[in-house]
C-alpha cells in the first residue's frame, strides 16, 4: 500500500513520497492498451456496396434469344454468338437500391459485388437465355479510411478485398512530416478512440491491424504536455511524445534545477490521479471527474531517487514544481532591504 499523508484534515490533497513501491505502482498503471488488444479485427475485410457508390452492371445472353438487343454473329463461323451488354453506370440510392431493366429495384446495400450479381442472375432467369452477370465497382464512396493530422497530404483511402492495414493508410498519405519518434497515430473506429507512438507501431507488427471502414487515422505531433515552475533553468509548457517522458528526463528537458536556488529536497508533481492507484485505506475525497489531487514528493538529495526518477511517469497536464531552497529565500530577503540600509546609512552619514 502506498503510504499518503493528507495535507489538511478536510483536504481532498494528498501527499505522497516518491519511493521505489511508487514508482512501480505508478508505471504499472501506466501500461497502454495496444492497437492488436483493443480494435484487432479477427474477421477479414470483405467489401459490401453502400449508399453512394457508383456501379457498372453487365449482362451476358446466350443466342439464339436475345433480350436486351440483337445477337452478335461471329463472323468467322457466321454462329451467333454470346453478347453482352453494359447498363450505364448508377449510383446506389440512400435507400441501398440499384435499377437494372427486366430485374426490376435490387436492394444492393451491405451486399458483396458478387451477390448482387448472383441477385441479377436470378431476376433475369426466365427472360433472358442463361444471363450471367458482372458487378463492377466503379467508384468506392462507402469503404473509406480518412487520414488526417501531421501527414504529408490528408487523404480518403478505399479499401479493398486485400486488407490494407494502418500503415498502408499513412504511405498513401504520404508519410508523416515529423520525426516517426515524436508522431502519435490516433485511431477512431466508431465511438472507440485509441492512441499509440507510431514507432511502437512500426517495431511491432501486431499493431499494423486491418483497417475496417469508416475509420479515421489522425497523426499527432507531441499531442501532450506538462507544466514546470520554481528553481528551474525555464518555467514553461513541455510537449512529449506519447511513448510518455520520465521525471529524469522532464527535469532534463528544463535545463534542471538550479544549483544556487533550487531545493533539491522539495521537488513536487502535482497530478490528478486515479484513486485506484493510489490503493488508499479509506475511500477519499474525489473531484467531480472522480479523481483524486495528489502531490508527489521527491528529494533529489537521496542518490535512490535519481534512480527512481529515471523510471517515474510523468503525465500529461502534470505540473512539475521545485522550491527554492531556503538560502535562495533569504539571498531574496536581502536583496530588498540591503538596497534601503544603505540609502539610509548614506543619509546617516551625510548629516552626521
Known amino acids: 500500500m502506498i503510504e499518503v499523508r493528507e495535507g489538511q484534515p478536510d483536504s481532498l490533497i494528498q501527499v505522497v513520497s516518491v519511493t521505489d513501491r511508487v514508482a512501480r505502482r505508478l508505471v504499472a498503471s501506466q501500461q497502454q492498451q495496444l492497437f ?27 443466342p439464339p434469344a436475345v433480350l436486351f438487343g440483337a445477337p452478335a454473329l461471329d463472323p468467322r463461323s457466321g454462329v451467333a454468338a454470346a453478347r453482352s451488354t453494359a447498363f450505364p453506370e448508377q449510383m446506389v440510392s440512400s435507400e441501398g437500391t440499384l435499377n437494372i431493366p427486366f430485374a426490376g429495384s435490387l436492394q444492393v446495400a451491405g451486399k458483396t459485388p458478387q451477390q448482387v450479381e448472383n441477385e441479377v442472375v436470378r431476376r433475369l432467369s426466365g427472360k433472358a437465355n442463361q444471363p450471367q452477370a458482372l458487378v463492377r465497382v466503379i467508384r468506392n464512396a462507402t ?14 483511402m478505399p479499401l479493398t478485398a486485400r486488407g490494407e492495414r494502418l500503415l498502408d493508410a499513412l504511405a498513401a498519405a504520404g508519410g508523416v512530416r515529423q520525426p516517426v519518434g515524436k508522431v502519435t497515430l490516433q485511431l477512431t473506429r466508431g465511438e472507440q478512440v485509441h492512441a499509440l507512438a507510431l514507432e511502437t507501431i512500426i517495431r511491432d507488427p501486431k499493431q499494423n491491424i486491418a483497417l475496417q471502414p469508416g475509420d479515421v487515422i489522425t497523426a499527432l505531433f507531441q499531442p501532450l504536455s506538462f507544466i514546470v515552475l520554481g528553481a528551474t533553468a525555464k518555467n514553461e509548457e513541455v510537449n512529449f ?37 493510489l490503493d488508499l485505506p479509506a475511500p477519499p475525497r474525489t473531484t467531480p471527474e472522480g479523481k483524486v489531487p495528489v502531490v508527489y514528493e521527491v528529494n533529489l538529495k537521496n542518490p535512490e531517487t535519481f534512480f527512481l526518477a529515471q523510471g517515474f511517469p510523468v503525465l500529461n497536464r502534470d505540473v512539475l514544481y521545485v522550491a527554492n531552497s531556503p538560502g535562495a529565500e533569504l539571498q531574496k530577503f536581502l536583496g530588498i532591504i540591503m538596497p534601503a540600509a544603505y540609502s539610509v546609512l548614506n543619509t546617516y552619514n551625510v548629516t552626521k
Open 36 to 62: 492488436s488488444q483493443v480494435l484487432a479485427s479477427k474477421a477479414p475485410f470483405s467489401y459490401t456496396i453502400g449508399p453512394g457508390d457508383v456501379l457498372e452492371v453487365s449482362v451476358w445472353e446466350a
Open 143 to 156: 469503404s473509406n479510411v480518412t487520414v488526417v493530422g501531421e501527414v504529408a497530404a490528408s487523404t480518403r
Open 241 to 277: 511524445e506519447a511513448q510518455g517522458i520520465t521525471l529524469a528526463q522532464a527535469l532534463a528537458r528544463v535545463g534542471g534545477v538550479q544549483d544556487r536556488l533550487a531545493d533539491a529536497r522539495a521537488v513536487f508533481i502535482f497530478r490528478f490521479e486515479d484513486p485506484a492507484v
